[in-house]
């Protein structure tokens, strides 16, 4: 069979090859397999899952290594804030003395192992810039650009989109940022407080990461305060030692998800008192309801509340605008500051390169269609770790998409071996 397919990809190439060398230098490789945009956590599950039902893929990422985004934007204190068992990838379980919530060194460990294991190897610096069908030949032409902006045009009949919920940073606009004149930074490029000691810091954006930011930066005698725009909800990591996480999910098997939220409120009221006499309001929306609708994660705090109450994090109302070396709040106050550090999230970035409009939301880069069906469109297309459901949800994906692949891949094979029998000569009769 892979012979086969080996076969039809070189005549594909060839023919391809022979009409692109009368116009352009650019290289066009045909993959056999399916072609998979991203090597992250998402990207590496879905090959693993192929791999396991005999399909080669290949994997093509922008960056020069796997997981680029645990390996090279997030901090020296971040630890996976869900416990070990919900974020491990399908297929392979997390080594047994992992601690609850591993750190990032380890998740990275674990990420390069699951890699070696299923020995795959993506081809790195690898942008892909475009993406789009072909309807007459029924194949997927996926642009890409390296190091040296060389172009290279590879073509498949199945094409994974795995290129995560944070390939973007966002960073909003303000009047005055020229002005500033210190350290504006994205939490992608924040490693530890070291750099703000005795500084005068904000941060902008109190989800996970602004949260987790401020905590760091109190550690290292840096003076953080958190802008908190409109609203957010700040959960228990665990509740009496059970995870949060975990317990909700427990509890949605039995119980609607409002009486969840009813209950995850109050536990979260005994524990931290009313979170809005610290300037921090809640959302109307229950924060599973608030998750499951748009998507926003709720806080799991894991001690900057603490230091909020003790005031050593200060919490600010949203920005007017920036000034020489200060910021101007909505309320009217201004303050000093040396740097700022923007915690405003991410975004994912299909829209820009993936020339299709049915499967993908123009308004997010996200499948249109919600959670459990959005990894699949049309024609090949398929989606892994964009449902906002994290590492949890990418697992599922993957597991989706190989089986789908594995029907059509099995049903693509007889049907060349059908087609290769009339195209031969009959086999003679066997000799007496
Ligand atoms: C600080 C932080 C902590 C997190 N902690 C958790 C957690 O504890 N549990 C959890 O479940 N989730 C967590 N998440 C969510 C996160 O989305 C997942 O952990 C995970 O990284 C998702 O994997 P992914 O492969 O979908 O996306 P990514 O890890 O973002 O990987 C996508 C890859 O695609 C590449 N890429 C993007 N565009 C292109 C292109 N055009 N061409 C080629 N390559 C491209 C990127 O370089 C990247 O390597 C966290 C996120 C952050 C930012
Ligand atoms: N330990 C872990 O496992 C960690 C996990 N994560 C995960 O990583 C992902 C990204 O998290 P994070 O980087 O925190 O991004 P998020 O998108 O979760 O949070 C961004 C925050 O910035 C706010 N914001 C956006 N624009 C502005 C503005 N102009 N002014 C003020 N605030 C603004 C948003 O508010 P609003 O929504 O109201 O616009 C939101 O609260 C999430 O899935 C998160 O759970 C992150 C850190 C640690
Ligand atoms: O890290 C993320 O953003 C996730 O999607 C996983 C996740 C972390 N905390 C949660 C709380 C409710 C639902 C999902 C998550």
Known sequence: MDYL???????????????????????????????????????????????????????????????????????????????KHFCELILMPFPSDFPTYPTKQQFLAYLNAYAEHFDLKPVFNMTVVSARFDSRCGLWFVKTLGLKNEETEYVCQWLIVATGENAEEVVPEFEGVDEFGGPILHTSSYKSGELFRGKKVLVVGCGNSGMEVCLDLCNYNASPSLVVKDSVHILPQEILGISTFGLSIWLLKWFPMRLVDHFLLLVSRLMFGDTAQFGINRPERGPLELKSMTGKTPVLDIGTLAKIKTGHIRVCKAIKQLKHQAVEFIDGKVEHFDAIIFATGYKSNVTSWLKETNMFSEKNGLPRKPFPNGWKGECGLYSVGLTQRGLLGASLDARRIAEDIEHSWKAEATHFMAFTACALPPTPPPQP
């Open 5 to 83: 397919k080996e076969l039809e990809g070189k005549r594909l190439h060839d023919h391809f090859e022979a009409k692109m060398a009368a116009k352009t230098t650019r290289r066009r490789i045909f993959v056999p397999g399916p072609v998979i945009v991203g090597a992250g956590p998402s990207g590496l599950a879905a090959a693993a899952c192929l791999k396991e039902k005999g399909i080669p893929s290949l994997i093509l990422e922008r960056a020069n290594c796997i997981a680029s985004l645990w390996q090279l934007k997030t901090y020296d204190r971040l630890r996976l804030h869900l416990p």
